[in-house]
């Protein structure tokens, strides 16, 4: 799967962007969504580089960190291969951030609308950040479809920045922080669930997700190259799943237990 990601370094006293190094990950035969992103990131004038990577489809058996025994008992199907390469992606990024000096990190993936606006709001988020060390974050979500169970922090001129207690699953378009990051690498290493569902559930539970409304950015409508495998060759992705008796019981306890960790969250922030 291809990722843009953006090392976002601290903003001078002047409050400018300091873009230190973008760097998108996509595949060689697998352009159309990069095509797509690349228009969009030109029309805002916004810096980026290429890195490469190839495809490589492996055997489940073959993804040393795949945890398929906990996978079947959290959620009650197997992993895909496309579902354990977007965590590799994610986790990949997290790393590469983590090497070098930069503060900030914003993960946008391949089928994505980037809006006219994205560079400003992306600045003024940063910005605001930066000069608020105190706020305690993780991640931030600047691609949610919905807004549930949330208390805004700040209002600016075309966004709300808000404490995303229940943490929105779509995870096309993310800001680390490096706390952020560093707790991803500790704690996602074994891979369980999907990653956007590892997302939802870690920062529902510790209440350090933040969201941004309206968003940045949103999908563009394409086939992403995430289940292409499953699209091209017919598959259904029931078959791939090996999902058991149990899995719409296991969705449901899953979700409402994160709603639970929400609201506790929201409930001693309104206390507080």
Same mark, same amino acid.
């Given at each position: 799967?291809?990722?843009?990601?953006?090392?976002?370094?601290?903003?001078?006293?002047?409050?400018?962007?300091?873009?230190?190094? %973008?760097?998108?990950?996509?595949?060689?035969?697998?352009?159309?969504?990069?095509?797509?992103?690349?228009?969009?990131?030109? &029309?805002?004038?916004?810096?980026?580089?290429?890195?490469?990577?190839?495809?490589? @489809?492996?055997?489940?058996?073959?993804?040393?960190?795949? !945890?398929?025994?906990?996978?079947?008992?959290?959620?009650?199907?197997?992993?895909?291969?496309?579902?354990?390469?977007?965590?590799?992606?994610?986790?990949?990024?997290?790393?590469?951030?983590? &090497?070098?000096?930069?503060?900030?990190?914003? %993960?946008?993936?391949?089928?994505? &609308? %980037?809006?006219?606006?994205?560079?400003?709001?992306?600045?003024?988020?940063?910005?605001?950040?930066?000069?608020?060390?105190?706020? !305690?974050?993780?991640? @931030?979500? @600047?691609?949610?479809?919905?807004?549930?169970?949330?208390?805004?922090?700040?209002?600016?001129?075309?966004?709300?920045?808000?404490?995303?207690?229940?943490?929105?699953?779509?995870? %096309?378009?993310?800001?680390?922080?490096?706390?952020?990051? &560093?707790?991803?690498?500790?704690?996602?290493?074994?891979?369980?669930?999907?990653?956007?569902?590892?997302?939802?559930?870690?920062?529902?539970?510790?209440?350090?997700?933040?969201?941004?409304?309206?968003?940045?950015?949103?999908?563009?409508?394409?086939?992403?190259?995430?289940?292409?495998?499953?699209?091209?060759?017919?598959?259904?992705?029931?078959?791939?799943?090996?999902?058991?008796?149990?899995?719409?019981?296991?969705?449901?306890?899953?979700?409402?237990?994160?709603?639970?960790?929400?609201?506790?969250?929201?409930?001693?922030?309104?206390? !507080?």
């Amino acid at each position: 799967m291809s990722y843009f990601f953006h090392y976002y370094n601290s903003l001078p006293k002047h409050h400018e962007a300091d873009f230190i190094d %973008v760097l998108n990950l996509y595949l060689k035969n697998k352009k159309t969504e990069l095509i797509f992103l690349e228009k969009g990131l030109r &029309e805002i004038k916004y810096p980026w580089d290429f890195l490469e990577i190839m495809q490589m @489809i492996f055997e489940l058996s073959e993804f040393k960190n795949y !945890d398929a025994a906990a996978a079947q008992r959290i959620l009650g199907r197997n992993l895909i291969n496309s579902e354990l390469g977007c965590y590799l992606s994610h986790y990949g990024c997290a790393e590469r951030f983590l &090497e070098t000096d930069a503060n900030y990190l914003v %993960v946008l993936e391949d089928d994505i &609308e %980037v809006f006219p606006n994205f560079k400003q709001n992306l600045e003024s988020l940063l910005g605001y950040l930066d000069q608020n060390k105190e706020l !305690d974050w993780y991640t @931030i979500n @600047i691609a949610a479809k919905k807004k549930k169970l949330a208390k805004n922090i700040i209002e600016f001129d075309n966004y709300t920045l808000w404490h995303a207690y229940y943490f929105p699953i779509r995870g %096309v378009g993310l800001v680390w922080s490096r706390r952020g990051a &560093e707790e991803f690498v500790r704690l996602g290493k074994t891979m369980q669930v999907p990653v956007d569902i590892f997302f939802q559930s870690w920062l529902s539970k510790n209440g350090k997700g933040l969201g941004v409304w309206q968003p940045f950015v949103r999908p563009a409508g394409l086939d992403s190259d995430i289940l292409g495998t499953v699209a091209t060759q017919g598959i259904k992705r029931k078959e791939l799943e090996n999902r058991s008796f149990s899995h719409g019981i296991k969705k449901q306890k899953r979700m409402w237990r994160d709603k639970y960790n929400a609201f506790k969250h929201l409930f001693k922030y309104q206390i !507080d």
